[in-house]
């Protein structure tokens, strides 16, 4: 019987290549109770290397992205046939059951585009489940490890430098405490305001997205050096921090909220004492000490690569030079008090 | 029909009565198998943790509502996280009504044992340790619930952390009861908190012995209704050794009891001695702060039928030594700012109340005198905190 539907399978990926009908979506696995043991139980890919998206499955762009060790990022988006997401009025997506979102994370590796895991956000009845799918040496299946893993990479970093880390593929729980939205799994990304023009385009054109109301000024491209600092800055601190940074985050008992909606400066950290920092603080008093981010504690704790310390606590093995570069000059042309 | 069956049996799993025990040895793959164990639990389910020491990389975590966590003994199943990669804490648990009992958590990169948004949670003879001993690159938190409702820790042992041993924050209906705390920066510390009982707890060698705190620009303020009762607090003396910019890195060495901007707190029927600053301290906080909705002073402090060892023999303040020669060498048992209102002390102990006016005042202006208070103060007992049945009945 496995050895049948292994060559089904086969016929269906030699088929791909040739443009006949491939089978679809399997929007039962997607909204099933349970955990797939593997990728390809979903059929978003038609290869089974994860790069060629199944009809429905639509590669997507955000306008700023959290920094992962300058992982490359592959988003898809996937909502059932007939159906459509909404932006509601604050610019979030609400998405019908059955939708999926998908993101492979990979590096150039001896030249060749290598894929090391893809983690799975599925919206079912009940909400949404997140899963985290680790690819095998030959790239031909990406098979389900809840408990997370550890992955040694060599990659050549935008600078030019070799870097040698242990990559870290996020646990099932730890990718709940980023996606998590007052105890519940929420997706980060897709928000109106941080979809590329062009995806948003890409989703009205194919009926898969709905806007409500209004339209909402898009987060600037933190990477994009022709756009305001201050802008740059708050959209680096919102894709970057403020999914656990927020009210309703795992961080909500800091005080510390870097949501690009957030007014308070004190929120924002300037003047902010740490509440539960420990040796995070780095003997620093302030979580941003305007016009002087040496002594500010954020500053201090993107730097550091000390489990403990550092920030992100998760999904970071490496210090995002240029991040680090734009919040230390943010900090630094705010006025002293 | 099959699918009849299918649900039927998925209904079945979530119910308790199918409840398993899921065994977790130490030894190669630790990290991957318990982690594993804690994502796959049910509700209901036992993970039980073998003897040994489980060498682990990176953090744990469980978000299983009715999950309980169970070693062999704080001595005997013990969760090493000195080569620890990643992650915040140890354990951190988010789920609600977990029993964690019988294991110990050492070296830890950053806090022991976290739990946030974990409602009645069970902390039941429990070690965490830095096991080399106090220093400022060890965790922050020894055991650290925060912002949930019904916390029980009892007869567990906090050893080395680098900010509080056992530390309640931003949550309600909390007892701490018949720990250990020692060589902490701060032993225990209920801090933006409603409605907790710290009692018969030994606390010795730390920076300050027990913390009564209330800090602005958070979540949940207003601190109020603490009983800090029959506890051991002894010989604190040790040297700050805070990482700078937290609070308790502002705690003096020799501090027995500490309440800082919190409201309706008694202290009674405690042993506090040996303290060289002073074995109990009502302040308000005094940092600069931004925040209409915090009130910095100390309000409605108790403090009756304790017992009072030898105090304010060391004071770690600056001035602290001037003052204590101005008092005859030592500075009297409790030291009161001056700050806040219905300070009320039954016992027969000298306070010193410095006379401060304003909030965030240079103690250079201080007028310091004792403090007078005719006859004895009344106050209205606090009302028992009062556990789910299920809570206490985990600690058999």
Redesign the interface.
């Known amino acids: 019987m496995r050895t049948l539907i292994a060559a089904i399978a086969i016929c269906v990926a030699g088929f791909a290549v040739s443009a006949a009908p491939t089978a679809p979506v399997v929007d039962a696995v997607i909204t099933a ?1 349970g955990m797939p043991k593997k990728l390809s139980d979903f059929g978003f890919f038609t290869d089974a290397a994860g790069w060629k998206p199944n009809k429905g499955v639509e590669l997507y762009q955000l306008n700023s992205a959290l920094f992962t060790d300058y992982a490359e990022k592959y988003r898809y988006i996937y909502v059932p046939a007939g159906q459509r997401a909404v932006a509601d009025g604050d610019g979030l997506l609400q998405f019908p059951v059955g939708s999926a979102l998908i993101k492979s994370f990979g590096y150039e590796i001896d030249g060749k585009d290598r894929l090391l895991e893809t983690r799975v956000l599925l919206h079912r009845a009940d909400g949404w489940i997140a899963l985290p799918y680790v690819w095998n040496a030959e790239q031909t299946e990406a098979t389900l490890k ?5 992955i040694p990479v060599r990659f050549t970093d935008p600078s030019g430098e070799s870097r040698d880390i ?1 990559y ?1 593929v996020p ?4 990718c ?2 980023c996606h ?1 939205l007052s ?1 519940e799994v929420m997706p980060i990304g897709p928000k109106s305001r941080n979809l590329s023009h062009d995806t948003l385009d890409m989703l009205l054109s194919n009926a898969m997205l709905e806007q409500k109301s209004g339209s909402h000024p898009p987060v600037a491209d933190y990477d994009d050096a022709a756009m305001p600092l201050e802008s740059r800055a708050r959209a680096y601190l919102d894709i970057n921090c403020a999914h656990c940074h927020n ?1 309703q985050g ?1 961080a ?2 800091s ?1 510390l909220f870097l949501t690009y909606e957030e007014e308070s400066p ?2 924002l950290g300037v ?16 979580a941003i000490a305007p016009g002087n981010p040496d002594e500010s ?1 954020m500053m201090h704790r993107l730097k550091s690569l ?3 310390v550092a920030m992100p ?2 999904g970071r ?1 490496l210090v995002h030079a240029e991040g680090a570069a734009l919040l230390s000059k943010w900090i630094a042309e705010m006025e002293k008090e | 029909m099959i699918r009849t069956l299918l649900v039927a049996t ?1 209904l079945c799993c979530t119910m308790p009565a199918l409840a398993k025990t899921i065994t977790v040895e130490a030894g190669a793959d630790a ?3 318990l ?2 164990a ?3 639990a049910e509700p209901g389910d036992v993970v039980e943790l073998g003897a040994g020491t489980f060498t682990l ?3 744990l ?3 299983v509502d009715q999950v309980t966590v169970r070693g062999q003994g704080m001595d005997k199943s013990i969760l090493s996280f000195a080569g ?5 804490e140890g354990l ?1 648990v ?1 789920s609600d009504d977990v029993v964690l009992r019988d294991f110990a958590v050492e070296d ?4 022991g044992i976290k739990s ?2 974990a409602d009645r949670i069970v902390y039941h003879a429990i070690r965490v340790e830095w096991t080399g001993g106090p220093k ?6 020894g055991i ?1 619930p ?2 949930a409702s019904d916390i029980l820790v009892q007869d567990s042992i906090v050893r080395g952390a ?2 509080a041993g056992i ?1 309640v ?2 949550s309600k209906n909390i007892i701490v009861r018949r720990n250990t705390a020692i060589e902490n920066v701060a032993g225990i510390e209920i801090e933006n908190s409603f409605d907790a009982e710290v009692t018969e707890n030994l606390v010795t060698e730390n920076t300050g012995g027990i913390l009564v705190f209330d ?1 602005p ?3 949940q303020m207003g601190g109020h209704n603490v009983l800090v009762a029959r506890n051991a607090i002894i010989n604190n003396n040790t040297d700050n050794f805070a ?5 308790v890195a502002s705690v003096p060495a020799g501090t027995g009891v500490m309440v800082m901007a919190n409201r309706n707190v008694q202290v009674v029927e405690n042993a506090m001695i040996n303290n060289g600053t002073s074995n109990v301290m009502v302040v308000a906080y005094t ?2 702060f ?2 209409p909705n915090y009130d910095p002073t100390p309000r409605d402090v108790y403090i009756a039928n304790n017992v009072y060892g030898r105090a304010g023999f060391a004071p770690d303040f600056e001035g602290g030594q001037q003052l204590a020669a101005a008092f005859g060498g030592a500075l009297p048992g409790v030291f009161y700012d001056g700050l806040g209102k219905g300070l009320i002390v039954n016992d027969a102990v000298s306070v010193l109340n410095l006379g401060l006016t304003k909030v965030g005042q240079s103690p250079a202006e201080a007028k310091p005198t004792l403090h007078e208070q005719k006859g004895k103060g009344e106050t209205v007992a606090l009302s028992p905190i009062v556990l789910p049945a299920s809570m206490e009945a985990a600690l058999k």
């Open positions: 109770k809840v408990a997370g893993k550890r242990s870290a646990n099932k729980n730890q709940k405490e998590s105890g009210r795992s909500s008992n005080g004190v929120h003047g902010k004492r740490p509440v539960a920092a420990g040796r995070g603080s780095g003997g620093f008093e302030f504690i000390e489990s403990g606590e998760v093995s | 998925a990290q991957e198998k982690q594993e804690l994502i796959l990389t990176d953090g975590s469980l978000d620890q990669l990643g992650a915040g951190l988010t830890s990169k950053g806090d946030k948004g400022a690159s060890n965790g922050a938190y650290y925060v912002e680098s900010d530390y924050g931003q800090l620009n958070l979540p990482p700078e910019g937290n609070i940092q600069s931004d925040d």
